[in-house]
C-alpha cells in the first residue's frame, strides 16, 4: 500500500472558523510534511515531522498548527485564516528524513477556500 | 539564495520525444529527483539521480551532472496522458526537498 490519504477533498471556511485536515499513511513512513501549493507555482514546505516529532517549520503563520498524533497521522489545524491562506494543502511521506527519504509520497490535497 | 530554475511550458506532439531542463543552486545536495504533477492531482515520484549519469525507468529517463548543477528529465513515446506539470526537487542541507519552478507539458495529437 504505497497511498497517503487526505480528508477532507475540499474545504470551504470563513476567517473567524477553526477547521482540520486530515493525513494518514500506513506505509511505516517516519517522516510526514505538509506543503501549500498555489495555482501553477510548485509545493512550499510548510512543516516536517520525523518520528512524531516536529523538526522543520518554515516560519509559518500560527494561524496554522499541525499535530502528529502518531507515526501514521498527520493534522493540520487551521484558525482565523485569511483569503490569501487559499490553496491546495498536500501532505506527504517518506522512509525518513535523510537520504531514503528522496521520494516522497503525496497524497491528493485539500483544496481550501478561505472566504 | 537556493533556486531550480526549470523552463515554464514545453509542447510536443504525440510520438515525440521532450526533454525538461533543470539547473540548480542549493545549499547543499543529495541528489535530483523528479515528479510528475497532473492538473487537479498530487505529485507523484518519476526518478531520482544521486550519481552523475543516466537512470532509464520505461519511457522516462532522467540525467545528472553534479560538475555542471544540471539535469534533466527526458519522455520518450510521448502519449496525450503525459500532459502534466514537472517538477525538479533537490534535497538541501537540512533536509528539505526544495522543488524548482515546474515545467508544463502539453502534448498535441
Known amino acids: 500500500d504505497t497511498e497517503v490519504t487526505q480528508t477532507p477533498k475540499h474545504l470551504v471556511m470563513g476567517m473567524t472558523n477553526k477547521k482540520s485536515l486530515k493525513c494518514e499513511q500506513h506505509?511505516?513512513?517516519?517522516?510526514m510534511y505538509w506543503y501549500k501549493q498555489k495555482a501553477k507555482k510548485p509545493p512550499e514546505l510548510m512543516f516536517v515531522?520525523?518520528?512524531?516529532?516536529?523538526?522543520i517549520n518554515e516560519s509559518v503563520p500560527s494561524r496554522f498548527s499541525p499535530e502528529c498524533p502518531n507515526s501514521s497521522l498527520l493534522n493540520l489545524h487551521l484558525h482565523a485564516l485569511q483569503p490569501e491562506d487559499s490553496a491546495l494543502y498536500l501532505c506527504?511521506?517518506?522512509?525518513?528524513?535523510?537520504?531514503?527519504?528522496?521520494?516522497?509520497?503525496f497524497g491528493p490535497g485539500t483544496r481550501l477556500l478561505v472566504l | 539564495g537556493q533556486s531550480l530554475e526549470q523552463p515554464s511550458e514545453v509542447t510536443a506532439v504525440e510520438g515525440a520525444i521532450v526533454q525538461i531542463n533543470c539547473t540548480y543552486q542549493?545549499?547543499?545536495?543529495?541528489?535530483l529527483s523528479w515528479y510528475q504533477q497532473h492538473d487537479g492531482g498530487a505529485p507523484t515520484f518519476l526518478s531520482y539521480?544521486?550519481?552523475?549519469g543516466l537512470e532509464e525507468t520505461g519511457r522516462f529517463s532522467s540525467f545528472l551532472s553534479r560538475s555542471d548543477s544540471y539535469g534533466y528529465l527526458l519522455l520518450q513515446e510521448l502519449q496525450m496522458k503525459d500532459s502534466a506539470s514537472y517538477f525538479c526537487?533537490?534535497?538541501?542541507?537540512?533536509?528539505?526537498?526544495?522543488f524548482g519552478t515546474g515545467t508544463r507539458l502539453q502534448v498535441f495529437p
Open positions: 506527504a511521506s517518506s522512509q525518513d528524513t535523510s537520504g531514503s527519504g528522496e521520494t516522497q509520497y
Open positions: 506505509m511505516g513512513h517516519r517522516a
Open positions: 515531522y520525523s518520528y512524531e516529532k516536529l523538526s
Open positions: 542549493t545549499s547543499g545536495f543529495y541528489g
Open positions: 539521480n544521486a550519481l552523475d
Open positions: 526537487a533537490v534535497r538541501d542541507h537540512t533536509d528539505k526537498l526544495i
